[in-house]
């Protein structure tokens, strides 16, 4: 018979046979079965994150950055409100502690009450990082601590990102102090331009005036010389009435019929020379005024070129300069003529008091001077002349003492708008220095380091500190590997050991059960010590008890021998089928990769039910947390199992028994 034939022979058995097919289609379905359940479970448990619930605690009692509160705890909280990455618990350090201890929340995130206060220091000198406590609850579920990690990393990202965005306002508040104080700083430029330019303009009024005052001393020069002429002509005139006075001498007669016209002249002549001399007198004291203000003028000039060295090199100040000292020193010579002048004409006056005096006393004798009074007319005719040319002179020197006083009044003008203009251009220097100041202050109130430039790219810090840590995957995920090693175990020992059939014909159905179950059990310890030695000294697992580790891991093998013996024993092939959908859905609800909050909800129902869960559940316990109470809690619960399982096997064996057994028992002697 060839191989096809056989083949044809077999699948016709297998079809005929259900005890046969039945098992043969559960085994064509188990890869379905795994591979469905387990994608089913573990299709998406990222988008049920919000189903983990985690703690917040937020101490941060806020703090003052650039004359604004900052409180970034509470808005890190306002915002993890509207965030629903996960199922957010906010409460205080006390309720999250002891939400750890009782494995209420897979981690914590605790916001310090300093938090606000170190984002603050980036504007000091030597910044502090802030920082936020992150507890993950790793022995209750290790991978859910390393999902909440990477979460809090991002949260980390977000705060970073908003006090990045803090500081980056701050500093451009600053930047607009600085546009301000710069603006500012150019108004004061432009009144320094302004008063510079109403300077200049003051200058050139001054340089004017001084011009005109110039031009003023030409006529008083002219009416000087004029002045000089009329009394050289006085001079002549009284020369001829000195030879009158020697032909008076001569003619007594022509001396009495002039007399009264001389007598009157001459005391006219008295007059105006008084009056020329008042005035000559007046004069003198109006240039002496005149002197000493064009030799403030030039001091001023010369004091105003040494305050401002930058303007000694220009040529209209420069020039300026020196016409100052030309007047100064013109009116110097002018003051002197002026003063000789005016010392001739007292002389005169006094001469003239003389000659009236002469002739009063002439009057007396003018019966004996009438032959003269002709040539004594003449003279005096003459002498009149020469008053008026006199007076003339006199007239021009007013016009241009009148004009030099003029051209003095306009200078004052000028040299107040130079004294406003140059208070102009100090207020605006003192503005634009006081704003250029305080924008160097503002600038230099941060300074680069290597503590700035470190927390401003990062300015928050993550502190882990791990609730019962769990140093590795490893040591994370061996509870859940150690529970599925021992009910593999357990599932493949009975393909091994026959489970229904006795090794001989049994005294009860109780030393039945008791001598396949001390079997199982022996095996199972054996499976159990020999695994947790290779973990314990071959992979150095750490854990927190090495004796309770090994009791706990035996229970746990007798769980699963207790449970695959009940199933294998009451339903053979069938049963280990039923064993195998329990490994199934034990390995997807357990919670020993994903929290149980993570799959779907429909599933989440079978945790309660398998013991896995609590094996899994006792080995965290034993091995990460140390929380021995919570591993007895669920040891006794697997006990349960056992208990349960061992009954319904003895009820089967009770039945079995009574079919098969009970009539051949042997009777005890």
């Known amino acids: 018979m060839n191989s096809f034939k056989l083949l044809i022979r077999d699948i016709k058995s297998i079809i005929k046979d259900p005890k046969v097919l039945i098992p043969v289609l559960a085994v064509l379905l188990i890869p379905l079965l795994y591979s469905a359940t387990f994608l089913w479970a573990f299709w998406d448990p990222y988008a049920k994150l919000d189903h983990l619930p985690v703690a917040v605690v937020n101490l ?24 629903q990455k996960f199922d957010w618990q906010f409460v205080g350090a006390k309720q999250a502690r002891e939400g750890l201890e009782h494995n209420k929340y897979y981690m914590v995130i605790e916001i310090p009450a300093d938090f606000s206060q170190k984002a603050a220091t980036i504007t000091e000198d030597h910044p502090t990082p802030a920082e936020f406590r992150f507890i993950p609850n790793e022995s209750y579920n290790f991978l859910a601590s390393q999902i909440g990690e990477n ?87 009284l020369l001829e009435l000195q030879q009158g006075t020697h032909q008076l001498a001569d003619g007594l007669s022509q001396l009495s019929q002039g007399n009264s016209q001389l007598l009157t002249g001459a005391k006219q002549s008295q007059a105006g020379m008084k009056k020329l001399q008042t005035g000559l007198d007046a004069s003198v004291e109006g240039l002496e005024k005149v002197q000493t203000s064009s030799q403030a003028v030039s001091r001023g000039l010369e004091q105003y070129v040494q305050a401002h060295p930058e303007l000694a090199e220009d040529p209209q100040l420069q020039k300026l300069v020196v016409t100052s000292k030309q007047v100064t020193s013109g009116m110097a010579t002018v003051v002197d003529s002026q003063k000789q002048l005016a ?38 005719a003459r002498l009149v002349q020469g008053s008026a040319q006199l007076e003339t002179g006199l007239a021009q020197v007013n016009n241009g003492f009148q004009q030099l006083s003029d051209g003095t009044y306009q200078l004052s003008e000028g040299t107040d708008k130079l004294t406003n203009g140059m208070s102009r251009i100090t207020n605006g220097t003192e503005q634009l220095a006081h704003k250029l100041t305080e924008a160097a202050n503002k600038t230099s109130q941060i300074k680069g380091n290597d503590q700035l430039y470190s927390m401003f790219a990062d300015p928050v810090q993550m502190q882990k500190q791990s609730f019962r840590e769990v140093p590795n995957y490893g040591t994370g995920f061996t509870p859940y590997f150690l529970s599925l090693g021992l009910f593999v175990g357990a599932l493949i020992l009975t393909i ?74 009451a339903f053979d092939n069938p049963g280990r089928f ?21 799959i779907p909800t429909r599933l989440q129902v079978f945790n309660h039910w398998l013991p896995m869960t609590y094996s899994v559940f006792g080995f965290k316990a034993v091995i990460s947390s140390g929380d021995f109470s919570f591993m007895w809690q669920n040891a006794r619960i697997l006990a349960i199992f056992i208990i349960s399982m061992s009954i319904g096997t003895i009820l089967y064996y009770t039945m079995n028994y009574k079919r098969n057994y009970a009539a051949a028992a042997p009777v005890d002697e």
């Open 151 to 237: 979460a809090v990393d991002k949260i980390k990202e977000q705060i970073n990102n908003n006090l990045t965005e803090a500081y980056t306002k701050a500093i451009f508040a600053n930047i607009d102090t600085l546009a301000n104080g710069l603006a500012q700083a150019s108004d004061g430029s432009q009144q320094l331009a302004d008063g510079a330019r109403a300077t200049q303009a003051g200058v050139n009024k001054i340089k004017d005036n001084l011009n005109k005052l110039a031009a003023g001393t030409v006529p008083l020069q002219k009416g000087l010389t004029t002045v000089a002429g009329g009394s050289s002509q006085l001079h002549q005139g």
């Open 343 to 380: 010392a001739g004409a007292a002389q005169l006056t006094a001469g003239q008091t003389e000659l009236v005096t002469g002739m009063a006393t002439f009057s007396e004798k003018l019966n004996q001077a009438k032959d003269a009074s002709q040539s004594i007319d003449q003279g005096a």
């Open 578 to 598: 039923v064993a195998i959908l329990i490994l199934i859905w034990q390995l997807v609800t357990s919670a020993g990769t994903f929290p149980l909050e993570l």
């Open 60 to 83: 941060d009692k806020g703090a003052k950055f650039n004359g604004q509160d900052l409180n970034i705890g509470r808005d890190l909280t306002d915002q993890l409100k509207d965030n």
């Open 496 to 569: 091994v050991i026959p489970l229904r059939e006795p090794s001989g014909i049994p005294g009860s159905a109780f030393s039945w059960f008791l001598g396949k179950f001390m079997l199982l059990a022996i095996i199972g310890t054996v499976q159990a010590v020999i695994a947790d030695l290779v973990l314990l000294y071959g992979l150095h697992i750490e854990v927190k008890s090495v004796p309770l580790f090994f009791i706990f891991s035996i229970i746990t093998s007798l769980t699963f021998m207790a449970l695959v013996q009940f199933l294998v024993t």
